[in-house]
DNA sequence: CTGTTAGCGCGTTCAT
DNA sequence: ATGAACGCGCTAACAG
């Protein structure tokens, strides 16, 4: 029924090995039978068992991309980069390796479980992306994973989050605290002193890296940090509205906010136009991340550009060997202070 | 080096057989049993090899998902609820499916080649998002493909797009055509009656039934269809932007600009406001898809409102056989007009 | 440059 | 309810 490599030898009159080269591409075949061998195959219409071939050369062309949620273009972007850099050499039989996207939902039993899943299919590679949970019993269960995983010979990769030692994981950090530093910085260098802030959820290490540099800059100055003004919830844009009434109702004199990104930061602009709050006239607003309509809000928002494109490449190809590792097996991300129209002098 | 199935036999005192059907949960065997072996398992850190299991089994647990690209919202979040409805009941050995996300960009050799690749991975299941190229040629050998994916076994769900007769592909259509006639009308309502488009690309089936829907508003009511007003271009924010510019210097008098997608839309938004226009004071504005940031768009964008998230969720409940297929293999799928502040009375 | 041989690790008969 | 044996389709030595 489903035609195989032996039919493929038969018809081409050479042996099953002599197929699997011309496939492979990796030894030397005469041109000729190369010739002879491609026109079989065509004819038969056939198509390589993957399995197989994995199982007869331990190794498959998969590579794992672990995202919070792939809807969220924070992570679509870098899925989609690492995928953009995962064809060309090294990959078996012609063809390209495949991208294997796992939303885990911020969930550390997801996340387990699908490089459980990835290490069962013996994928070649493994690009984590996004902020890592801190609980320490998760990062232990986490940590021997991917030791596992290096074992087996996958490389991983881990894109936005901060270096696991020992685990033989390439991390490409992105220097959130950095960003937000500078982000507040810019706030209080327009004459903001009530400066509330919209955090993410509290155990990640990306909300906690950028309050901190949201708090470095606050400290810099002798501003003083008032706990009644920072609020965590999740990265949406309900979020970012439910916050926004809250601080409103808690402090009606803060005149701006920081987001925890764009997305929340859109849920806070929301807000405020719903309460006739003017931006950036009474309150200024700021996100993080300058995701692509971050720039067609109006008033255009004020955020810190992370090069989600670029890093996502650049960890995809880190993953399939195209691009060597990082001094050390990490390397920091700057982001950009990107100033735009919803951050202005403070009222 | 890595522990097999026969370790965990060796060490559970059973025969490789037994551990086979524990792990896979579709024969009867003692409780003891059971519990010894998955004891073993645990000791041993097994994990079953996936290469290995697919070749015997001639099936693998991997759906495929084509996507134009991952980073658009559009098709994010219809990947992201296909992948939701991937777990449960059928799934190999306890674990769940994994999705393969294939980004085509749009090309259709890419659309093909992914296809194969699928088909190599022995994938249970294939759904294709996103509307199709029109191009004979290219349909024809798409539905070749199809219909031996099919003989091999691996179901197919379009969602998105038009149904493939004879393919034995089940599609779930958006009722793009419908959309479109009622956004105009909308539009005409408002006494709109020079009406600029911004479409997709030529030759893509959304393109032309959105495309069809505004023209078969204009032709209800009479009013002429200026091919001048309608430009073509990428699904993307220039070409929203470039067009408008466009629209603008051809006729200076357009009161209305409906765009391919809210991406597009935006662009528009953005032209409009660069040159001082005012929406919907002097010209409004329309999208389509919804797209979660087109609520929060100054003025709100008026749009028709696709269910990405439950129509990607259905495609992957029938992709893994917990839906029923639709009588006839084809669902239509109808878009809302979502009437929102960025559409008003004509100037 | 090409053919021969021997597994890769598991699922699934067929027995018992 | 469990075990023994075979083969899924391919790659990787090893020869030649």
Known sequence: MTVTLADVAERAQVSPATVSRVLNGNYPVAAATRERVLRAVDELDYVLNGPASALAAATSDLVGILVNDIADPFF?????????????????????????VCNTGGSPERELTYLTLLQRQRAAAVVITGGA???????????????????????????GRPPMPDTGAVALTFDNRGGGQRLTEHLLGLGHRRVAYIAGPEDRTTTRHRLEGHRAALAALGVPDDPALVLHGPYDRRSGYDATL????????????????????????????????????????AGFDDLPFSVDAVPALTTVRLPLQSAGARAGRIAVGRDPEPP????TIQGELMVRGSTGAAA
Do not use: F, W, Y
């Open 328 to 331: 050390g097996g990490i390397a």
């Open 133 to 159: 949970l801190e609980n320490p019993e998760h990062l232990a269960a986490l940590g021997g994973k991917l030791r596992r995983l290096r074992d087996a010979g996958t490389r991983v990769v881990l894109c």
């Open 246 to 285: 809250e601080l409103l109702r808690r402090d009606p004199g803060i005149t701006a906010v920081v987001a925890a990104n764009d997305t929340v930061a859109l849920g806070a602009c929301a807000a405020l136009r719903d309460r006739g709050v003017t931006i950036p006239g009474a309150v200024s607003v």
């Open 76 to 100: 679509g972007i870098m899925a989609g980069a690492v995928q953009s850099e995962l064809g060309g050499p090294g990959a078996r039989a012609g063809g390209e390796r495949m991208a294997v």
